[in-house]
T-cell receptor, first 112, second 114 residues
Framework: LAKTTQPISMDSYEGQEVNITCSHNNIATNDYITWYQQFPSQGPRFIIQGYKTKVTNEVASLFIPADRKSSTLSLPRVSLSDTAVYYCLVGEADTGFQKLVFGTGTRLLVSP | DTEVTQTPKHLVMGMTNKKSLKCEQHMGHRAMYWYKQKAKKPPELMFVYSYEKLSINESVPSRFSPECPNSSLLNLHLHALQPEDSALYLC?????????????FGPGTRLTVT
């Protein structure tokens, strides 16, 4: 089971770029890296998923180094509405739902 | 329609009550999930339905009973709950079990057991 480690919390200001790193030292060959965002009293929202190198969508970028033992979620020019908890998940569907474990997450607070 | 709906939004029940939580999606997804989330904790997976077939999570107490009447609906029947079962109950769906990591979540039902 690929255990993930994230910072408990981060603070930023509007307009800044925020990088949240997730450590997953025992990631398996077939594992993918997935990030979710959760606002208070709402369900998590899928943000981005990747396997290696870099993935970018309209919301964020995901950077994965060659050894895949960590990943970085990058949020460009954050706004107050990006204040949320961000979860990193590591696993692959073929191993079943037993590996689907949300880590403790990173609480991001964006201030004016 | 990329929405997962859950009813009710809030529920208060006594320890002797029987109640049900409902979840619905119209995205044609063939995998549906129930999660429990305590305050300031991550969601914990409770049950998975894959093509209307249940994959049981053995650590979930029997006072929680899931049901999948069809591919769009998911229920969670509650009976003889304990105060520590108070939490946000989240429903989610994915295209099929191969996309287990790409899930769409509903807003949740806030359950209080008195």
């Amino acid at each position: 089971l690929a255990k993930t480690t994230q910072p408990i919390s981060m603070d930023s200001y509007e307009g800044q770029e925020v990088n949240i790193t997730c450590s997953h030292n025992n990631i398996a060959t077939n594992d993918y890296i997935t990030w979710y965002q959760q606002f208070p009293s709402q369900g998590p929202r899928f943000i981005i998923q990747g396997y290696k190198t870099k993935v970018t969508n309209e919301v964020a970028s995901l950077f994965i180094p060659a050894d895949r033992k960590s990943s970085t979620l990058s949020l460009p020019r954050v706004s107050l509405s990006d204040t949320a908890v961000y979860y990193c998940l590591v696993g692959e569907a073929d191993t079943g739902f037993q590996k689907l474990v949300f880590g403790t997450g990173t609480r991001l607070l964006v201030s004016p | 329609d990329t929405e997962v709906t859950q009813t009710p939004k809030h529920l208060v029940m006594g320890m002797t009550n029987k109640k049900s939580l409902k979840c619905e999606q119209h995205m044609g997804h063939r995998a549906m999930y129930w999660y429990k989330q305590k305050a300031k904790k991550p969601p914990e997976l409770m049950f998975v339905y894959s093509y209307e077939k249940l994959s049981i999570n053995e650590s979930v107490p029997s006072r929680f009973s899931p049901e999948c009447p069809n591919s769009s609906l998911l229920n969670l029947h509650l009976h003889a709950l304990q105060p520590e079962d108070s939490a946000l109950y989240l429903c989610a769906s994915s295209q099929d079990p191969r996309y287990i990591y790409e899930q769409y979540f509903g807003p949740g039902t806030r359950l209080t057991v008195t």
